[in-house]
């Protein structure tokens, strides 16, 4: 009999938030009374259909056990950083895979991200039944947007075709591990996991989900998630 696929968490959490420039990285800062990083997992953790999850920790990680209420978890598995991220999600696949199939899919989750919702993970874990390559969360850009040519316009560039990069980005492990190697054959370090897996050809889906869904990368970012963490919670 076959094995069932199964779905997983991996979550890079081995960078060391230079832009937002705080002394902690900003995975580790407190927001909403607790770790941004345990928002983040707790969308995973508390997910009925994800079998457990991985979080890349830097080498001089001197957070996670003191902080993380995960630490101790069951389902949460440890696996070391990368010098990048495509390196760091390479380390938490191996990770998982000791648990985990080729077939299995996996969603890579910034720890930075911490405003996921339940109804936009639901939409992207529904996608995969009907995506083959895999599908990522994303947003449509909203403003006019314009291509720069030494600090001029060059031009003016149809937003139709653009979209912001989100994260859950969920792919097989096996493909996901391919084209992650492929694109370090190659000496490219991509951003996002999507892009490791276009360089193989292949057109991950665009799923679109909520703009709050927004990466802590500067400081203003911390008071804004905090604002639509707590927007959520009066909506549920
Ligand atoms: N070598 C790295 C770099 C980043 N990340 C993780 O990837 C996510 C998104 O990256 P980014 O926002 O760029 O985080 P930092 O690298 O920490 O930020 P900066 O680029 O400003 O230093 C974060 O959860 C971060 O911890 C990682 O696991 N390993
Ligand atoms: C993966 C990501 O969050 C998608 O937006 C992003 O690429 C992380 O890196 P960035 O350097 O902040 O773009």
Redesign the pocket.
């Known amino acids: 009999m076959g094995h069932a696929v199964r779905h997983w968490a991996l979550i890079p959490a081995a960078g060391v938030g230079r832009r937002f420039g705080a002394e902690v990285p900003k995975q580790y800062l407190s927001l909403g009374g607790r770790p941004v990083i345990d928002h983040a997992i707790a969308a995973f953790v508390e997910h009925p259909g994800i079998a457990g999850c991985a979080v890349v920790l830097g080498s001089d990680d001197g957070w996670w056990s003191d902080v993380s209420a995960y630490a101790d978890h069951p389902s949460v598995l440890r696996a070391p950083g990368g010098a990048e ?1 495509c390196y760091s999600v390479r380390n938490g696949l191996t990770a998982l895979a000791a648990r985990a199939t080729d077939d299995d899919w996996v969603l ?1 989750h ?1 720890a ?2 911490p405003c996921l919702r339940r109804a936009d993970l639901d939409r992207l874990l529904d996608a995969l039944r009907e995506e083959p390559v895999g599908a990522l969360l994303a947003v449509p850009i909203a403003d006019t947007v314009k291509r720069a040519d030494a600090g001029q316009v060059a031009e003016t560039l149809p937003r139709t075709a653009l979209w ?4 859950p ?1 969920a792919f097989r492990l096996g493909l996901l591990r391919r084209a992650l190697e492929y694109a370090q054959s190659q000496d490219l370090v991509v ?3 999507a892009s490791a897996v276009e360089l193989l050809g292949l057109q991950p889906a665009l799923i679109e989900c909520q703009a709050d869904n927004i ?1 802590i ?1 500067r400081p203003e970012d911390l008071p804004l998630a905090a604002f639509y963490l707590e927007q959520q919670q009066e909506e549920a």
Request: glycine residues 0%; proline residues 0%.
């Open positions: 991220r890579v910034d930075a991200r912001r990069a989100y994260t980005q951003t996002d996991d990466k990368t």
